[in-house]
C-alpha cells in the first residue's frame, strides 16, 4: 500500500521515520541491549507495530547511546534514536490465523 505525501498523492520518495527506544535494566542487561539493537545498524529491517495499517521496511540506523545515571552513579537506563530510512511503501499486517 503506498502511502501519500503532503499534497495528498501517492509517496514515491523514501521517507525517515525517528524511534526513540530506551534500555533499563542492571548494567549487563543495558550493555546486552544496546549489542543486540547495534547489531541492526546499517541492515535492512522491517518495523512494525508504530500504527495498526502495517509496517515499514528500510535501512535502520542506531544513534549514540546516552547513558542516564543516579546520585550514586550506578547506571539506570540508556536512551537511543533509531532512525529508519523506509521505502515509500508500506506493508499490511498479516492477518492472524
Not at 529491517?45 to 500504527?51: A, D, I, K, Y
Amino acid at each position: 500500500m503506498t502511502l501519500d505525501d503532503a499534497h495528498g498523492y501517492p509517496a514515491l520518495e523514501r521517507r525517515e521515520i525517528a524511534i526513540q527506544v530506551a534500555a533499563t535494566g542492571d548494567h549487563m542487561e543495558i550493555s546486552e541491549a544496546q549489542t543486540l539493537v547495534g547489531g541492526h545498524n546499517g541492515r535492512n529491517v522491517r518495523v512494525g507495530g508504530l500504527t495498526d495499517y502495517g509496517e515499514f521496511h528500510g535501512r535502520l540506523y542506531v544513534g549514540a547511546w546516552e547513558n542516564h545515571y543516579d546520585a550514586a552513579g550506578t547506571l539506570k537506563w540508556s536512551t537511543s534514536t533509531l532512525t529508519l530510512d523506509a521505502d515509500p511503501l508500506r506493508l499490511l499486517a498479516r492477518a492472524a490465523h
